[in-house]
């Protein structure tokens, strides 16, 4: 006995001593990732052995990841817009509120002396500068080197300063001098690339065509001084060309002192430290007065307010949605939306995660035991799985960045975004990703951990687990989450699309079929003076029917409006708000609207485009009349203070689509806004018609690139936000019923594996394959029709909210929602009794033997 | 070294309590090499697992080594059963997905023994067992005999005091049982305790005491035997071969 005692501690020492040591908190997580180290062996061999399980789980969450990673990038691009400017917390945008000509109007941008004066008598701020746009042509500035020429819609005259407030890195050239003469340019590296390929820039020339509305357009060189890097995505002032402010001096020397000049011009300030944006705003009130008083001088309109406010720099893209935005404004429900969406698809492939871990947890419990036996605390154990959860979650990372690229393309082409692969390295996002990697592999690895870890080897090693879905209460919750989930997102994109055929299918009040439409970007005041001869020459090419000119084509916004007096003089008090398009005679005709009442314009009647307006319905009762009653009225326009009557009243027509009710609207013979024309095509000469078109085209715009759309084309571009959603929506829905569908395969695939058995013996006693087919969907069936029941109600409640934003709207009825849930149900069974005929149909003997 | 007194076991649904084991007394001493026996369903093993702290008893009072083990957390039972107690089961309960070296290792980890320290032990273990050819291999390409040699190696790796095993050799042909056995009785020379379940008279007669299990109720050696079984009816019985 002695002897023995002795030999044993002997033999003992170490590994006795050692743990009975306590440990300090850094020693146990030193211990831990041994064991991660050591079970990961398990965990690979593991998932090999189960290759099928394996692959519809990394499948469902590597989804569910890509979809996060785009919508995370998508947010952060949004939610971060300029907020890469150094200081951009004291950066601001000035803009205005101002009450003249009968209605309110907010502008992001105001007079040209404004940045002087505040330079040089308010102090306060370390920089301003202005940002304005080429004035006639704003959005198409013709720019042309040798052979190639375009328009360019991103250039601005800038204050050299700009340099020193916003952050626009110069790549050639530099900041200090770049702008500082007349008629020179900096340009993006893309715009370089684009005229220059490859030769250095700096030095070189651009021809521009620029139309300072003081008569005819000018063409002159730039000498290009500076390329800067593009604009990044997440700015609101995207810029390609910037023109020196000089250059713009030369034409207009008035732009320093006149504050009654009304082409917009966007301030910047940057403002001195501490200095309150209130205190600040204050000091421009003298500055607004200046402005009320020229306008009264100026035009005879007397503004009767005006209040200066300042937009911060990063505000202004979520936060700032006037009528001379310079980018649309970003809407914060697609953020809502879109993350929503991906939630929903991250949610599914994370559900799958849990539910097949657990599923296939029977399989490990025969570990669970031995490990217990071996001495692992269940702590370690639950340690071991959330491991191999975070090493799945890993590689379904991997994956996703695979398809992530493919995925961001689509979603841009989807969104109309331009986010780039590369912002996945911004500090937030990967903080993010980072985030939602250990949120992820944590709570999906939590569940089988929990479950796995309780196994008490007592039973286990006795083979007391039973397999299988029975009593697994979690595990049915799941698959009634994912498939209320299915259920819900298949309702919502089915009453998307339902609505927008709807809307697309109504009739619209005008033709839009077989219409050439032609922008005019340059020689404005050239096609103004000359329309009707220029309209003239496009009629005799082959094939056109009619042909019109207007400031407004269907699809785009209006021009603006008219404030509309009774009577032959125009004051304030009393003037009624509507929209206008300015057009020629042959506008209704070749739009074919319908008269209501009245008469269409007439060039016979000799004086239309001096006495004649005509309105829509709306607008006669926005006018407070009847078609009938508002028939010989005489209004005065604040636009021209001339004095018309309405001499007719056409039906409502939707211009901008069916989602709003038909907007009033004057329509008015008036040339200073035309900009648009319209030909009416002949389907079966389309092409010839075309070559024709082109020909005319080169005759009067010698130099103007040819550019043409079709209206229909180009109107389908009302819906485009729905369309996106429902596209959006089409997707994700898709993606979770694949998703589920696969999660529900495997995980019954394997119950049948682990039921083989029981089936067999059924199968002896003399069960039909048809009987035991249903014995193993019979609780699926079930699932998905509690599913069913918790997602149709919700849906209805999103689908009824989603459907408020339209004037006209469908009721989605019983059909759709039992559409959804049939459809879901049918893919579920699907699933279910693939699994369930195949096992039933097995020779029982073999699975009895192979026990 | 182990002492129970008055362990009842049993599982009780809404009428019926069904007792595995009653009342159970048992010391087992430092050194010694008990056999528990006993029919199917007799309660052996949820004994040996009782013992091995794997399971926890209705009623009663257990002490290893002087610490009440029915009156500590999870946490401190775990600790106990880690440094102290090796398994040796019937089906050999390797971890499939694990090769030799691997399995071996599994415990030493549990008990957070040092890198290199754990390799040497893994390798003395090899070696000792003579398997140091089989360490890359996964337990579905050795033999009964081969597995069983791993499991027992991978009992004694933390030199334990405590050795538990339930039906070692059920699943082995003879010479293969003969094998385990001999190295049971090795470990046994060398110090440690070792206790097993068999219904094999062959296995139980090279240890030192036999208890027999019958419906939950203990027998003490003295008065168990049945006739012919054990004619030493002493608690230390003699080291030769039994016949029946």
Not at chain 1, 269 to 298: D, N
Not at chain 1, 534 to 544: E, H, V, Y
Not at chain 1, 781 to 801: E, Q
Not at chain 2, 187 to 203: A, D, P
């Amino acid at each position: 006995m002695n002897r023995k005692t002795e030999n044993r501690s002997a033999g003992r020492t170490g590994p006795r001593s050692q743990g009975s040591r306590p440990e300090s908190l850094g020693r146990r997580g030193y211990w831990k990732l041994l064991m991660l180290k050591n079970t990961l062996g398990i965990t690979l061999r593991s998932l090999i052995k189960n290759k099928g399980i394996f692959l519809i789980k990394v499948f469902g969450l590597a989804a569910g990841i890509a979809c996060s990673m785009v919508v995370i990038l998508y947010v952060v691009n949004e939610l971060t817009y300029d907020t890469y400017h150094p200081d951009h917390e004291r950066i601001f945008r000035i803009a205005c509120r101002r009450v003249h000509d009968g209605g309110e109007f907010t502008n992001a941008s105001t007079q040209g002396p404004l940045a002087a004066a505040i330079k040089e008598q308010i102090g306060q701020t370390e920089t301003v500068a202005r940002m304005i746009p080429p004035l006639e042509n704003a959005k198409h500035v013709l720019v042309a080197r040798g052979e190639r020429r375009f328009f360019e819609k991103r250039a601005w005259f800038a204050d050299p300063d700009i340099f020193s407030i916003l952050s626009i890195p110069f790549v050639a050239g530099n900041a200090g001098n770049a702008l500082a003469r007349p008629r020179t340019v900096v340009i993006s590296e893309s715009t370089a690339r684009k005229y220059f390929a490859g030769l250095p820039p700096l030095g070189r020339r651009l021809t521009i065509e620029l139309d300072y509305d003081t008569g005819a357009a000018v063409t002159e060189d730039f000498e290009v001084t500076g390329v800067v890097r593009d604009a990044p995505a997440n700015t609101h002032l995207k810029y390609d060309m910037l023109l020196s402010m000089a250059t713009l001096l030369t034409y207009v020397p008035t732009l320093n002192q006149d504050w009654g000049e009304y082409h917009p011009k966007y301030t910047y300030v940057k403002l001195r430290r501490h200095v309150k944006p209130s205190a600040f705003t204050k000091l421009l009130r003298p500055y607004a007065e200046r402005i009320r008083q020229a306008f009264a001088r100026r035009a005879g309109s007397p503004m009767h307010k005006l209040d200066f406010f300042l937009q911060p720099l990063a505000s202004l893209h979520m936060g700032s949605n006037l009528p001379d935005e310079i980018e649309p404004a970003g809407n914060i429900l697609y953020v809502y939306i879109y993350s929503f969406a991906a939630l929903l698809i991250l949610l599914i492939g994370a559900t799958n995660f849990v539910n097949l871990s657990a599923t296939l947890s029977t399989t490990r419990s025969r570990e669970v035991g031995i490990r217990k036996t071996l001495g692992g605390s269940r702590g370690d154990l639950v340690w071991q799985f959330l491991g191999e959860s975070l090493v799945i979650t890993l590689i379904a990372f991997l994956a996703a960045f695979a398809f992530l690229s493919l995925l961001l393309r689509f979603f841009n082409r989807m969104a109309g975004t331009a986010i780039d692969f590369q912002a996945l390295g911004q500090p937030l996002v990967l903080a993010m990703l980072l985030v939602l990697f250990l949120l992820l592999g944590i709570s999906a690895g939590l569940y089988p951990a929990m479950v796995l870890s309780r196994f008490q080897p007592v039973s286990v090693l006795k083979n007391q687990v039973f397999p299988g879905m029975h009593g697994h209460a979690a595990q049915r919750l799941l698959i009634l989450g994912q498939f209320a989930i299915a259920i819900f997102l298949v309702v919502c994109t089915l009453v998307v699309f339902r609505q927008l055929t709807f809307i697309k299918g109504k009739a619209l009040g005008f033709d839009r079929e077989q219409k050439l439409i032609l922008e005019i970007k340059s020689n404005q005041s050239y096609f103004r003076r000359n329309y009707e001869a220029i309209k003239s020459d496009f009629l005799k090419a082959p094939g056109i029917g009619a042909a019109s000119v207007s400031s407004t084509v269907p699809g785009e916004a209006f021009a603006g409006g008219y404030s509309l007096q009774k009577g032959s003089s125009f004051g304030i008090l009393n003037s009624k708000r509507l929209k206008v398009i300015t057009v020629d005679h042959d506008f209704i005709p070749t739009y074919g609207i319908r008269m209501t009442a009245g008469r269409a314009f007439q060039k016979a009647s000799g004086n239309d485009e001096q006495g004649a307006y005509i309105v829509n319905e709306a607008g006669a009762r926005e006018l407070g009349l009847t078609p009938e009653r508002v028939l010989g009225t005489q209004w005065t326009s604040h636009y021209h203070r001339k004095t018309k009557t309405i001499v007719g009243v056409t039906a409502d027509f939707h211009f901008l689509g069916m989602k709003d009710e038909a907007e009033p609207l004057v329509l008015d013979i008036e040339k200073s806004l035309l900009r648009v024309m319209t030909l009416s095509l002949d389907a079966r000469r389309v092409s010839q018609s075309l070559a024709a078109v082109k020909e005319t085209w080169r005759r009067h715009f010698p130099g103007v690139p040819f550019e043409y759309s079709f209206l229909d084309e180009a109107f389908g571009r009302v819906y485009q936000y729905e369309e996106r959603m429902g596209n959006l929506l089409g997707l994700v829905s898709g993606l979770g019923i694949a998703i589920a569908f696969l999660g529900l395969y495997g995980m019954i695939a394997f119950t049948m594996r682990m039921r083989r058995k029981e089936i067999g013996i059924r199968r002896v006693l003399g069960a039909t394959s048809t009987s035991v087919a249903l014995l193993l969907t019979r609780q699926f069936v079930s699932l998905v029709f509690l599913a069913g029941f918790l997602a149709v109600p919700l849906a209805w409640m999103a689908t009824i909210l989603w459907l408020q934003g339209f004037a006209y709207r469908i009721q989605p009825g019983f059909a759709v929602f039992a559409f959804a849930f049939l459809a879901t149900f049918a893919i579920a069974m699907a699933a279910v009794l693939l699994q369930a005929l195949r096992s039933a149909r097995d020779n029982p003997v073999d699975a009895l033997r192979s026990e | 070294m182990i002492r129970l007194r008055g362990i009842t076991k049993y599982y009780a649904n809404a009428f019926v309590k069904t007792f595995v084991l009653r009342n159970i007394d048992l010391d087992v001493k430092e050194g010694e090499f008990l056999t528990i026996m006993g029919p199917s369903g007799a309660g052996k093993s949820t004994l040996l697992y009782i013992l091995g702290m794997l399971d926890e008893a209705c009623e009663g009072e257990y002490f290893f080594c002087g610490q009440a083990v029915h009156e500590l957390n999870e946490k401190k039972r775990t600790q106990l059963h880690q440094q102290n107690i090796g398994f040796v089961f019937q089906s050999y309960h390797l971890i499939d997905e694990l090769t030799v070296y691997e399995n071996l290792e599994t415990p030493l980890l549990y008990k957070k023994v040092k890198p290199d320290e754990r390799k040497s032990l893994v390798a003395d273990a090899l070696d000792r067992f003579r398997i140091v050819a089989k360490k890359d291999l996964f337990p579905n390409q050795l033999s009964g005999g081969q597995q069983q040699l791993v499991a027992v190696a991978r009992a004694v790796i933390i030199q334990p005091r405590l050795i538990l095993a339930d039906e070692p050799t059920g699943n082995l042909n003879s010479p293969q049982g003969e094998e385990i056995m001999a190295l049971f009785k090795k470990l046994n020379c060398e110090g440690t305790t070792i206790i097993q379940v068999t219904h094999s008279e062959k296995n139980a007669s090279h240890s030192d005491r036999v208890i027999h299990l019958l419906d939950g109720w203990m027998n003490n050696g003295e008065k168990s035997a049945l006739p012919g079984e054990n004619p030493g009816t002493g608690k230390r019985k003699k080291k030769h071969p039994e016949g029946t």
